[in-house]
């Protein structure tokens, strides 16, 4: 195993805080919300720098499985929280009952709030120029002694111009660091630039950009609650839905029955297993 695919667990001042699991060999963590942010404000607040979050859900399960590569990459996550009741439900009937959905945009939210009451830093990359310039804006608004350091919109075509954000990114070296680039594209440029600048804790968010800002809304909360935002999702957006549930999220049924069956999902994770 190369080195640079080794297991990297959420470590604050020597111990071990949070358990990672094996999802049909794709690492999760079994995280709550309160239990993540109070371990990342107590690394921030130690000094330790570089944390990563990364969400999973039933479509990042599939890439990992026809793309070993993503699936060693997400492993190096500090953090890799089950986002979607793809993951989260199957866990649950595995026997981890009080296991919290953590959802991209919830954490997102919940960080802007952490970094506001601690008065931290924070640097947005990703989306288009209108839409990370009106989450600023709310930043702005809405957590007013959160520093914003670096604000970029995340298309961006030439080597010179990625050169450029890592740079900006380096000079403001953010507590927060927020990556909203679609996977996996934003964890896959993350992990090869960061050796060029500093961080406290960086998230991947994919679309949630336009979901912070208002422009693009999530389902009725009730409708979270019990766990069928992807059925929400389907009557919406029919067609689109459709497509990704027959060429990511079906795929996973043999294999999630008869991990089930054998007692395989939930299982303990280690470096030297498959990855």
Known sequence: MEPEWLFYAAVVEGVLTIERVSFL???????????LLETIDRA???GQRRQIIFATNAAK???????????????????????????LVPLQWSGYRDLDRVTGVEM???????????????????????????????????????????????????EEENQRICQEIAQAAPDYLFIARGTPL?????????????????IGLGGSFDVLTGQKQRAPEWV??????????????PKVRMKRML????????????????????KPWSDDGDY
């Open 25 to 35: 060999e794709t690492p999760v963590d079994l995280v709550s919300k309160k239990q």
């Open 44 to 46: 921030l607040d130690a």
């Open 61 to 87: 399960v599939t890439r990992c499985r026809r793309d070993p590569d993503f699936g060693r990459l997400l492993a190096q996550a500090t953090y890799i929280i089950p986002d979607g009741a793809g993951v």
């Open 108 to 158: 997102a939210e919940l960080l802007l709030q952490q970094a506001h009451d601690s008065a931290r830093s924070v640097f947005l990359f990703g989306a288009s120029k209108d839409v990370v310039e009106a989450l600023g804006q709310r930043i702005r608004r809405d957590f007013d002694r959160l520093r914003i350091v670096g604000l970029c919109d995340g298309f961006v075509s030439t």
């Open 186 to 202: 934003q964890e896959r440029w993350l992990f090869e630039h960061q050796a060029l600048f500093d961080f406290g804790v960086a």
């Open 224 to 237: 979270q609650n019990a766990g069928v935002e992807w059925a929400y999702r389907t009557l919406i957006s």
């Open 247 to 266: 060429t990511e999220e079906f795929p996973l049924v043999p294999k999630l029955v008869t991990g089930l069956l054998r007692g395989q999902i939930g």
